[in-house]
């Protein structure tokens, strides 16, 4: 059972190092331009600085990859190479994906997005909190629920199932309710960011459908883009070593973690960040959001994503996303990163420019976090070579 694992918070605190293109050490002198066939070395010369196992990275533009590459091994010290096909594990980047779902179904006429905890958990009323009773779905997934974050201070946590297979329904709910009897640790309105916002988020979503969220993301978000590789928990693949395994740093050496009991956080956390899937099929999510800045809509109309966009008044969070304004971004962007404390991956979405970039490694702690923000910054530089800013 995992006891100290956490979903990374928003990418905002550090988001600003992003400015500094021409000042990281750990990025080459020369990093080339988008589309020259250079990217792999480069990403190599970010992997190498910071001792990763592996780096990958990918830069979207007008619907589709401008280029792509991923170095280093599955395994620290390991042989197997990863490659442009591999999983990675997105962590809270889930998030977003989790409030998708929540317009989706809004736009279906299943819910609209000020139902209330309590009236889509109308039997949780009894153990619930009184401030939790008219929280609505948009406080939940903007985190100005008032939810604390200590989600692994209930009773359940002991019990529940580690990175074995979907989270159960029941799992979720019951969690969800341990955690809404707690007094909140902020007023209503007020930001904190809290992986417990989503799971409650989930039950909800559960109960009103009468569907698993493992479903619901698939049939919502996945299958309407084409997404063929998402999945929940540490990739798999037939054989022990056919898809990159999680580590934590330890003494110097990067402990693995394969896929199984340790790898990822309890299945139940799922609507907050276990989703796994291919670089290509997060381009295809990429793509969808930045569809929003052409005025396009296709998995959303363009109101629907203008909502999952706009941040909580007061706050600088949107629904799944944290917005932020830099010299490259052409406006405000849309950025998130996640992390399972064995991976760590970044995702940026400038629609201003129908522009973003993904980096992900499968390391975690400060190399993982520096690392990712490194590659990011060589990719951001490799667009403006090639495309101007």
């Not at 992003?18 to 250079?38: F, I, N, Q, R, W």
């Not at 990822?264 to 969808?288: E, F, K, R």
Request: charged share 15%; aromatic share 6%; with cysteine.
């Amino acid at each position: 059972m995992i006891r100290t694992m956490g979903v990374c918070t928003v990418l905002l605190v550090g988001a600003t190092s992003l400015v500094a293109c021409g000042s990281d050490p750990l990025v080459p002198d020369d990093p080339g331009a988008a589309g020259d066939g250079s990217l792999g070395e480069a990403l190599e010369f970010v992997r190498a600085a910071h001792d990763l196992p592996a780096l990958a990275g990918m830069i979207v533009r007008e619907g589709g990859i401008v280029e792509t590459a991923a170095v280093g091994t599955r395994v620290a010290g390991g042989s197997e190479q990863v490659t442009t096909d591999d999983l990675w594990h997105i962590g809270s980047i889930t998030k977003s994906m989790t409030s998708t779902v929540v317009a989706r179904l809004a736009e279906e006429g299943l819910l609209p997005w000020s139902t209330t905890v309590s009236q889509a958990l109308p039997d949780l009323v009894p153990r619930m909190h009184a401030a939790y009773a008219d929280v609505t779905f948009s406080e939940l997934v903007t985190h100005t629920s008032g939810l604390r974050e200590e989600i692994h201070e209930v009773p359940i946590w002991s019990t529940l199932e580690d990175d074995v297979g979907p989270g159960t329904v029941d799992e979720r709910r019951e969690w969800a309710a341990q955690l809404l009897a707690a007094a909140p640790a902020r007023s209503g309105g007020e930001h904190l960011y809290s992986n417990a916002g989503y799971i409650v988020a989930g039950a909800m979503l559960e109960a009103i459908s009468s569907k698993s969220w493992e479903t619901l993301i698939q049939e919502e978000v996945f299958q309407p883009l084409g997404i063929t590789t998402g999945g929940f928990g540490a990739p798999r693949g037939p054989g022990p070593r056919d898809q990159p395994w999680g580590h934590t740093r330890d003494g110097g050496r990067w402990n693995p973690f394969a896929p199984g009991p340790g790898a990822d956080n309890p299945a139940a956390l799922g609507p907050a960040g276990t989703v796994h899937m291919s670089l290509a099929d997060m381009a295809l999510y990429a793509q969808a959001h930045l569809a929003r800045g052409r005025g396009q809509g296709g998995l959303l109309e363009p109101a629907s994503f203008a909502r999952l966009h706009t941040p909580a008044p007061g706050t600088a969070y949107a629904a799944g996303w944290g917005l932020e304004e830099q010299p490259w971004t052409g406006g405000v962007a849309l950025a998130h990163s996640g992390s399972n404390n064995r991976w760590y991956a970044r995702l940026w979405l400038a629609p201003a420019r129908d522009f973003a970039l993904f980096t992900v490694t499968n390391a975690a702690g400060d190399p993982g976090e520096e690392g990712t923000n490194a590659a990011a910054v060589l990719l951001i530089e490799r667009f403006e070579a090639a495309f101007g800013r």
